[in-house]
């Protein structure tokens, strides 16, 4: 089975991140909009992909995460609260609202896709089907 991609739309979970989209991306992770970009990190093993945002200051009521037509979107409409009177003479922290969509696999569980956030890492585990995993050496006896 092919990984189905929308071209030029999401990175898939097996592209190189820093392709496509993400070439508008400076070091700082912005975009030409300045709307900053958690960065992200897809690790896999033989049982499913885990999905790391590094996202921390937020809370795990700050995130929404969605599944529609086989693309997972990570998005927090987190809104920095203004300090009347207060005056920053520098300031750093971002945060800032942000949408990631990553299309999946099409061999993946949807319905048992978890998310955990702690430590300021959300992690969001995508489990495998059976069929997508690899099968152990059957040896065949000679008769």
Avoid: H
């Amino acid at each position: 089975m092919g990984l189905i991609k929308y071209q030029n739309q999401f990175p898939s979970l097996f592209d190189n991140f820093f392709d496509n989209d993400y070439r508008t991306l400076d070091r700082t992770n912005s975009t030409t909009t300045n709307t900053v970009l958690p960065s992200v990190n897809i690790k896999e093993n033989v049982d499913a992909y885990t999905v790391e945002v590094a996202a921390p200051g937020f809370v795990k009521s700050d995130f929404n995460i969605e599944v529609d037509n086989d693309v997972l979107t990570i998005y927090s409409d987190k809104i920095m609260e203004q300090n009347d009177g207060e005056k920053y003479s520098i300031q750093e922290f971002s945060y800032q609202s942000f949408k990631r969509s990553f299309t999946l696999p099409e061999l993946v569980d949807e319905e048992i896709i978890t998310a955990e956030y702690e430590n300021g890492i959300l992690s969001i585990v995508i489990p495998k089907r059976e069929e997508a995993k690899p099968k152990p050496i059957k040896q065949i006896e000679i008769k």
